[in-house]
């Protein structure tokens, strides 16, 4: 996956548009932080079910999944665009972009993908 692979499968969610995070370019979903690029390691900011499914997918991919000391205490993991399964980011950015949107919105969406 590239960096613009990325950024298409994320703005097919409808509702979703560019926009700026603590001054960093980003991702919203209805207004809500959705997710973004990190230029410093070309990795994407992915939330996750929780702390214990985050530690399962750094133990079992570290290639492709980590985290930094600002991400530690969240359900946050660091996926390497270059390595990540789209499939799987797909999957589990539908699964965020559908806590962040309206319920109006996502019933009137069908899933991407």
Not at 8 to 20: C, R
Not at 24 to 50: C, L, M, N, Q
Request: charged share 25%.
């Amino acid at each position: 996956m590239t960096p613009a692979d990325l950024h298409a499968l994320v703005l097919a969610f409808p509702e979703t548009e560019t926009g700026t995070s603590y001054g960093k370019p980003s991702f919203k979903a209805a207004g809500k932080f959705f997710t973004r690029i990190r230029s410093e390691d070309d990795s994407v900011v992915v939330y996750v079910d929780s702390l214990d499914h985050r530690d399962m997918l750094m133990e079992a991919e570290p290639a492709t999944f980590h985290i930094t000391d600002h991400y530690r205490g969240y359900p946050i993991v660091l996926a390497r665009i270059a390595t990540v399964d789209p499939v799987w980011l797909r999957k589990t950015l539908e699964a965020r972009w559908l806590k962040l949107v309206p319920k109006r919105v996502s019933r009137a969406c069908t899933p991407i993908g």
